[in-house]
């Protein structure tokens, strides 16, 4: 019969950077947590997530004695500098569309534990941050994520996998608890640009810049446009700015090559003008919370992008995605993007989209030109 032990170094082998146990009882805590959100969370439940269900790992694997969690580090690699500027960088290798990385890896260890004569399953809903906690291998931070105790210099950039497994090992000492500093000043709550983060270790999911990049049916609303800058699909500030996170990001890491290839793909311009073939093609593989169905949430996030950049020389884009785009939203953003570079051809632009236009937006072209004539 293997023992922690073994499993642990197997695991370290596969090219995980930590791994832990712990017992396979409900998270009854987090499952109390969620009934207190339930206004909070109710959109997780409205996209599939059932996060409810996976608080109890025998919903997942009715023979579940115990949770072995791996611990990946998606951050051991550097991705060129435009990429980090407007996406998270989870998402930068992210392979759970085409299975040709972390993927594989987490097959091998069910490979593994299944010629020891364990059952296992890897479940998506069941809360992998708490169990990686309760398995006693790092603590919480004020920004909600998960700090590794005894991996990548203890930061935040890892992500727990957990694997329920029909067999019962010893379960490590549960460090669930804040670690953050007293002297941090809450620098990640001060710096989360859209207020997300409470300040007592909670977040309103609803605000946060992830959440509002790829979830969510509207335009989004005016007032959260600038505070969500650059970023495209994802969000790192919290993570960029905590002290716990200076000694993994001040090192030199070697060039992530399977990024740099893709890397064009995402180039702005491209994402903004592409059509559902490019989309399906090179970049709902990589970053799959939006289908095909909601290419338009991606142009209009890249819109919006374009906005905060200030840089005029996105205006032929802007006019041109107005132009050919029927979605209002993304004609929208398109209409406030040049309304915040506000240069003269931007207004110009808007000017002429006017007269024909009407509802949701006219309003947000009435609303750029009328802003524009204020800073003027």
Same mark, same amino acid.
């Given at each position: ?11 370290? !082998? ?18 109390? $947590?969620?009934? =207190?959100?339930?206004?909070?969370? /109710? ?9 409810? +269900? @996976? ?29 980090? @500027? ?13 299975? +040709? ?20 399953? #890897? ?45 019962? $090992? ?14 941090? &000043? ?8 859209? &207020? ?7 977040? +309103? ?35 960029? #700015? ?17 990024? !740099? ?31 095909? +169905? ?8 890249? /819109? ?23 979605? =209002? ?32 937006? &006219?309003? =947000? ?5 009328? @802003? /524009?004539? =204020?800073?003027?």
């Amino acid at each position: 019969m293997i023992t922690e032990k073994e499993i642990i170094d197997k695991a370290l !082998e596969i090219g995980f950077v930590d791994a832990g146990f712990t017992t396979a009882e409900p998270f009854e805590s987090h499952r109390e $947590f969620l009934r =207190e959100r339930r206004e909070e969370y /109710a959109w997780a439940e409205k996209v599939g997530l059932a996060l409810m +269900d @996976g608080t109890d790992p025998k919903t997942v694997l009715p023979g579940a004695k115990a949770i072995i969690v791996l611990l990946d580090c998606y951050c051991r690699e550097s991705f060129p500098h435009f990429l980090e @500027g407007n996406f998270g960088r989870c998402y930068l290798d992210d392979d759970r569309i085409t299975k +040709d990385g972390l993927a594989l890896r987490i097959k091998s260890f069910r490979s593994y534990l299944r010629d020891n004569g364990i059952d296992s399953k #890897v479940p998506f809903n069941l809360p992998h941050r708490v169990a990686a906690a309760r398995a006693g291998m790092g603590t919480f931070g004020k920004n909600c994520l998960f700090y590794a105790r005894r991996a990548a210099r203890q930061s935040s950039w890892v992500l727990p996998i957990t694997v329920v497994v029909d067999r019962e $090992f010893t379960p490590g000492e549960s460090s669930v608890q804040m670690g953050c500093p007293d002297w941090c &000043r809450n620098a990640c709550v001060a710096a989360c640009p859209t &207020r997300a983060l409470k300040g007592n270790g909670t977040i +309103d999911p609803r605000k946060c810049i992830s959440y509002m990049t790829y979830f969510g049916k509207e335009i989004t609303p005016r007032e959260l446009r600038e505070p969500m800058g650059m970023y495209v699909y994802g969000c790192d500030v919290c993570q960029n #700015v905590c002290p716990r996170n200076r000694p993994w990001l001040s090192q030199e890491l070697p060039p992530n090559r399977r990024v !740099e290839a893709k890397a064009a793909n995402f180039d702005l311009r491209a994402l903004l003008h592409m059509d559902r073939g490019y989309f399906s093609a090179r970049v709902w593989p990589h970053m799959f919370y939006m289908s095909p +169905d909601d290419i338009w949430k991606w142009k209009m996030n890249v /819109a919006r992008v374009m906005g905060n950049s200030h840089d005029e020389s996105y205006v032929p884009d802007l006019v041109r995605a107005f132009n050919e785009n029927e979605d =209002e939203r993304v004609r929208g953003m398109a209409a406030w993007a040049l309304g915040r570079i506000g240069s003269g051809r931007a207004m110009d632009g808007l000017r002429a989209f006017l007269p024909s236009s009407s509802g949701l937006v &006219r309003e =947000e072209i009435e609303a750029a030109l009328s @802003g /524009a004539a =204020e800073i003027q």
